[in-house]
Structure formats: C-alpha cells, structure tokens
C-alpha cells in the first residue's frame, strides 16, 4: 500500500499542471481579460478608475487618441502599456503559465486584481462559510441516507419503500434554491413565522456571547442554508445504499451466514455492510467537493453567506485570474488528495483490496 501512495501523491503533480494548463488555455481566450475590465471601468467612472491604473500621473492624458483601437477611445498607449505591466500581460502566456506554477507550488497567489488582498487572505477569510456549509451537509446527508438506505434494502418493495422512495425523488427534484426561499418564505419573516436569521453565519453581538451562547448562535444562523444545501442530496447517496446492499443481500456468503444461525443484525453489520459501503465511499470525495464548493453557491447568495463559492464565480464575472487559478488549485488539490484517502479507506474497510497488485498486473 506504501506504494501505491507514493505512486498516487506523484502523480498529483502532472494530473494538477494538466488541469491548470487547460484552465490557463481557457481563461486566456476568453473574451473580456482584466485589462479590458480596467478599461471598461475607466471609460464609465473617468477619474479615479484611471488614478488607480496609472497611480495618478496620468488624469489629463485620457482624452489624448493614439493609433490602435483602445488609443481611439481614448486611453493613451503608454497607459495601456502601465496597465498590462501592472497585471503581468507584458510577457508571453507561456512565460506567465510557467511562472504561475512555479508561484504556487510554494502557495504563493498573488494578490486579487481588483479586491485589493492577497488570495490567500481572500481564501482563509471565505473559508469557514464554505466549510460550514459543507462539513454539516455532508455529515447530516450521511448520518440520515446511510440508515435510510439500509432499511429500505431490508424492506425492498413494502409501503415503507415505496413512500421513502417517493418523497427523497421529490426532494431530489426540488432545486436546493428554490427551497432555500420557500424556508425563507416560511421561517425567517418572508410570511409567516420570523424564527431564524436571514444574513450571515453569526449575530453582530457575537463577540459578546458566552462560548455556548455562540454555539447556538452558529448553529441557529446555519438551521436554514444547511437545510436547503442538503434538500436534494439524499435521493443519490440513499439509492446508492440501498442497491449496494440488495447486491450483496443476494449473494451466497449472505446466504451461509443465516444458515449458520448468525442474527440479520450480525449478518447486515457484520457480512453485508462492509462490503457495501464500499461504493458509498467510493462516492465521498465529489459528495464533498461538491458540497464544500460549488453545491453552495446560491444558496449562499440567497442567505448573505459570504463563501467561496461565491467568491469564485465573482472572480470568474471579473476575470479576476489570481482568484481563479489560486481556487482552482486550491479545489484540484483537495479533491485528488480527497480521491486518494478515499482508496486508503477502502483498504481500512476490506483488507482484502489490493490497489498495487492490480496496479502491477
């Protein structure tokens, strides 16, 4: 296993720069850079847009024309020439894409273009929001659909299945924002009752509260978000379950075990459910990416959560390249490092799993 581990960690390096090349490939041709936002912005605010790009040397050169077709809007040469120095565009792409690399394997970011931080500063101060929403959904997923899903395999077609069955694809179909609107209709003084906050992960006075004050607080501004991230995410994981364990219900060591005597708790916990939770876990690397990173997007826009899934898209409207590349990286990692714990896992669960014999053959 030593080496299967080695083998999977260096492989990360080539699996992350293909990744980023692709990315860089992407970014790079779409339409409307940085340097075209900056301009955008000096053409509809004037002044201090301009002050900001050029350090205030320039406030009278704006109206001068130059020869190309910026220069014929009315920004000089030399202060598009500023401009590209101050984003790095005066160097090739590949020049750029290699220093970048070199940059962040040692995390360095750089600084947002227009927030006026670094992006590390950007990611540590989104990142309790994101991992709020995303460790709670994720356990609160588990702990229900796992359970769920292994009674719903004992009792494969009764009445219990079939209502089961019904109300998680209704929740499944339900979009998670939709739902986030209709608890804030219900519960946070849309219409009717005015029990939960609305905007943000803690109260203002939360300075001020006793350690377990603080703990209801966070758990009281989270009630709602967690319970529209989470609204669509039992139906996959349940019927993952379930299936799992039919499978291996049929199969004849199940069979050998009963005869023997041996309890269904003994025989389902102690035969079956090792087996089974193999693809369940198979499946929790994207459960949590997906949870702690894209899934939470609007939900934390419709509850004021101040994330990184909204840092990322804005980032993405701005072409604000810092941002996108350093969270780029930063989601790429986790989840290749994610993926390898979940092979390591699968070995701590079935021993008899061998990932560098099948590697070998």
Same mark, same amino acid.
């Given at each position: ?10 492989? +990360?390096? &080539? ?28 053409? !509809?605010?004037? !002044? ?19 020869? =190309? ?15 590209? #120095?101050?984003?790095?565009?005066? @160097? ?10 070199? =940059? ?5 970011? $750089? ?14 101060? @989104? ?22 899903g292994i009674r719903k395999a004992v009792t494969d077609g009764s009445r219990f299945d079939v209502w089961s069955s019904s109300a998680i694809v209704i929740g499944y179909?339900? &979009? ?24 943000? /992960? ?29 609204? !669509? ?8 379950? @379930? ?5 291996? +219900?049929?199969?004849?060591? #199940? ?35 997906? /949870? ?16 990184? $899934? ?29 993926? /390898?714990?979940?092979? +390591?896992?699968? #070995? ?5 799993? =061998? ?7």
């Open positions: 296993m030593g080496i299967y581990i080695l083998r999977r960690l260096a492989l +990360i390096i &080539p699996t992350l720069i293909g990744i980023m090349l692709l990315n860089f490939v992407i970014v790079q041709a779409a339409p409307g850079g940085p340097v075209e936002q900056l301009i955008a912005e000096m053409e !509809g605010h004037g !002044g201090s847009a301009l002050a900001r790009a050029s350090g205030g040397d320039s406030g009278g050169e704006v109206s001068s024309a130059s020869g =190309d077709s910026r220069g014929s809007r009315g920004i000089p040469d030399e202060l598009l020439k500023e401009i590209e #120095v101050m984003y790095g565009f005066d @160097k090739p792409p590949h020049e750029r894409f290699i220093k970048m690399l070199g =940059d962040y394997a040692t995390f360095n970011f $750089g600084d947002s273009f227009f927030r006026e931080k670094s992006v590390t500063s950007l990611i540590v101060e @989104k990142m309790p929001v994101s991992i709020s929403l995303g460790l709670w959904s994720t356990l609160i997923i588990y702990i229900i659909s796992i359970p769920l179909a339900i &979009p998670g924002f939709l739902f986030a609107i209709l608890l804030i209709v219900l519960f946070a003084g849309g219409s009717y009752f005015d029990w939960f906050p609305l905007r943000g /992960l803690t109260s203002t006075n939360f300075d001020e509260l006793t350690w377990y004050q603080k703990i209801g607080d966070y758990f009281w501004h989270l009630a709602l978000p967690v319970t529209a991230n989470v609204i !669509g995410g039992f139906a996959t994981l349940t019927l993952l379950t @379930k299936n799992s364990f039919l499978d291996e +219900i049929s199969k004849q060591y #199940v069979v050998t075990a009963r005869a023997k005597g041996l309890e269904e708790k003994q025989v389902l916990y102690g035969h079956v459910f090792r087996n089974a939770m193999l693809i369940v876990i198979a499946s929790l690397p994207g459960v949590l990416v997906a /949870l702690f990173f894209t899934g939470s997007l609007l939900i934390e826009v419709i509850f004021s959560l101040d994330g990184l $899934g909204l840092l990322g898209f804005e980032a993405a409207l701005n072409r604000d390249y810092p941002v996108i590349f350093g969270t780029l990286y930063i989601f790429t990692l986790m989840g290749l490092i994610l993926k /390898l714990i979940s092979d +390591i896992t699968y #070995v701590l669960v079935d021993p008899r799993i =061998d990932f560098e014999s099948r590697e070998g053959a």
